[in-house]
């Protein structure tokens, strides 16, 4: 079952431009919700991650915005550089991190 | 530079072979995951450890073999019976209790041949 929903699954935006993944996710029990970064050949990095107590988190150029009662997060990215080319995955999980979902992944194009 | 280790690289596999795929951390992480990823399928879980000596089945579990000896490795066998394991496979680790995510390794690429 994919209880983490993520689009789209492929995303080209203009350098400079700003870039938008949403998520969405069905286990109320999710309590920590953190997006990765993978570059080709590499495993996922962490990039940012955001507790469900609070609606937007801010990291340098990332954003990540948190709709509790729709149940979607989304990940913004400000001024969207050809190094941010990457797949991207969001995901959903608990305190005790034994159980952590992710969604499909959506590859970003930042053409220059 | 603490981390996670995964060898080798790239693994080609004839049919009918098990292959091992290794996974180290020296990051006193007790808990240990294995997932396997495929194209337009994001990361899907096969196995993972809280533990030493104890781990459960993931969400696709069928074909895999994996073990806990020591906190530091947890390797995991692809048998025969798994039969279609052409994939990219990841290693991770985390904290147990604590909001940290996880740490990747850069993962083992298996092909059938």
């Known amino acids: 079952q994919q209880q983490v929903k993520q689009s789209p699954q492929s995303l080209i935006v203009q350098k400079g431009g700003i870039s938008i993944i949403n998520c969405a996710y069905e286990?109320?029990?999710?309590?920590?919700f953190p997006w990765y970064q993978q570059f080709p050949g590499k495993g996922p990095a962490l990039l940012i991650a955001?507790?469900?107590?609070?609606s937007e988190k801010k990291e340098g150029r990332f954003t990540i915005s948190f709709n509790k009662s729709a149940k979607q997060f989304s990940l913004h990215i400000m001024d969207s550089q050809p190094g941010d080319s990457a797949t991207y995955f969001c995901?959903?999980?608990?305190?005790?991190?034994?159980?952590?979902?992710f969604g499909a992944g959506t590859r970003l194009t930042v053409k220059p | 530079d603490g981390g996670i280790t995964q060898s080798p690289k790239y693994l080609f596999r004839k049919e009918g072979q098990n292959v091992t795929l290794s996974c180290e951390q020296n990051?006193?992480?007790?808990?240990m995951y294995w997932y396997r990823q495929d194209p337009g399928q994001g990361l899907r879980l096969i196995y993972y450890?809280?533990?030493?000596?104890?781990?459960q089945k993931g969400d696709i579990a069928e074909g895999y073999s994996v073990s806990r000896e020591k906190k530091e490795s947890f390797p995991l066998t692809v048998t025969s019976a798994q039969k279609n394991p052409t994939a990219f496979y990841l290693c991770a680790s985390s904290i147990v209790g604590g909001p940290y995510g996880y740490t990747f390794g850069s993962g083992t690429r298996l092909t059938v041949v």
């Open positions: 990051l006193n992480h007790d808990a």
């Open positions: 286990n109320t029990a999710f309590d920590y």
């Open positions: 955001i507790r469900p107590d609070v």
């Open positions: 450890s809280q533990i030493v000596n104890d781990f």
């Open positions: 995901a959903g999980g608990s305190y005790n991190n034994n159980d952590m979902r």
